[in-house]
């Protein structure tokens, strides 16, 4: 047992000393990790420290711009709440006054659609508002087999007129005239409109050819009476050429009417001036206004 005993305390000296160089060879490695690890951040410090930096600096902007929208948010609210408190006195003014409100807006609206439907001068339909009754009157007089007739009325030598006179004096003779048409017609759904300068086109729902030629005639006797003085003509006073034409729609194009008076008012005016042209086979001419007799001779039409 004695004889062992340096033997086993060698073994164990041995073992102690293997264990002591392999924690100096790990030392070692620590070591030299420990000094590539240091080189490293040596090496790279400062785009380390640049990153840094820039996070640094993001990360201020990020809360700046947080601020900033928190503010914006802030205010927002308050503009919101403000708002809200204005719509609830306008919501209670209104409810108040409701009554009131109603009856001014509308008239707004009524004085607003009369005046893009009339003609500023003599108050007349103007031509939208014609296209409007023409379109409604036309679908009636189709839908219920009836007669639709037109008069397309154009004051003779009106540009002398102007030029002799001056403007405002042709406005007023305009103004005359708008009277005179409107006191011919007496029927809900007669309309007279300004068509452009001084042309004026009558519509006349459920008139044949024979009733538009009695509104014609009187309107060419109403302006004769009335007299009014007009040196440049033949005749010493304004006159009317007059195209008339009646039908019984039975198709879409509503245009026809219009083209057909149109015709017709222009061989009036081809044809010597102050005179209806109204049949559509033969273009009869109404004679001078003058000749009595020979109004006798064509009767006395009347509307249905």
């Known amino acids: 047992m004695s004889g062992s005993t340096p033997y086993i305390q060698v073994l164990d000296i041995e073992q102690t000393l293997t264990e002591l160089n392999e924690m100096v060879s790990r030392l070692r490695q620590e070591r030299d990790d420990l000094e590539i690890a240091l080189t490293t951040a040596v090496e790279h410090g400062d785009a380390i420290e640049e990153q840094l930096e820039t996070a640094n600096r993001q990360l201020q902007n990020e809360v700046r711009e947080r601020r900033t929208i928190e503010k914006q948010l802030r205010d927002l609210v308050a503009t919101i709440t403000q708002k809200s408190r204005d719509l609830e006195v306008v919501l209670q003014t209104i409810t108040e006054h409701a009554d009131q409100i109603d009856l001014h807006w509308l008239q707004r609206y009524i004085e607003s659609e009369t005046s893009a439907r009339q003609d500023p001068l003599t108050g007349l339909a103007n031509r939208r508002m014609l296209d409007e009754a023409m379109e409604r009157e036309w679908s009636r007089a189709r839908r219920q087999g009836q007669p639709l007739a037109m008069l397309m009325c154009d004051v003779d030598h009106f540009k002398p007129y102007n030029d002799r006179?001056?403007?405002?004096a042709g406005d007023e003779c305009l103004c005359r005239l708008a009277e005179l048409f409107q006191?011919?017609?007496?029927?809900e759904g007669d309309l007279v409109a300004r068509y452009g300068g001084e042309e004026f086109v009558v519509l006349l729902p459920n008139t044949d050819e024979t009733g538009a030629l009695r509104v014609a005639q009187g309107i060419q006797d109403a302006l004769r009476n009335l007299d009014l003085g007009h040196e440049d003509t033949p005749l010493g006073r304004l006159t009317l050429s007059i195209g008339l034409a009646a039908l019984v729609p039975d198709h879409d194009d509503r245009s026809t009417l219009l083209a057909e008076?149109?015709?017709?008012?222009?061989?009036?005016?081809?044809?010597?001036?102050?005179?209806?042209?109204?049949?559509a086979?033969?273009?009869?001419?109404?004679?001078?206004?003058?000749?009595?007799?020979?109004?006798?001779?064509?009767?006395?039409?009347?509307?249905?």
């Open 281 to 304: 086979d033969n273009n009869k001419i109404r004679e001078d206004l003058n000749d009595s007799g020979s109004r006798a001779d064509q009767g006395n039409p009347t509307r249905p």
């Open 165 to 168: 006179y001056g403007h405002q």
């Open 183 to 187: 006191g011919m017609l007496h029927r």
């Open 261 to 279: 008076v149109d015709r017709r008012l222009y061989l009036a005016k081809q044809q010597g001036r102050d005179r209806i042209v109204h049949a």
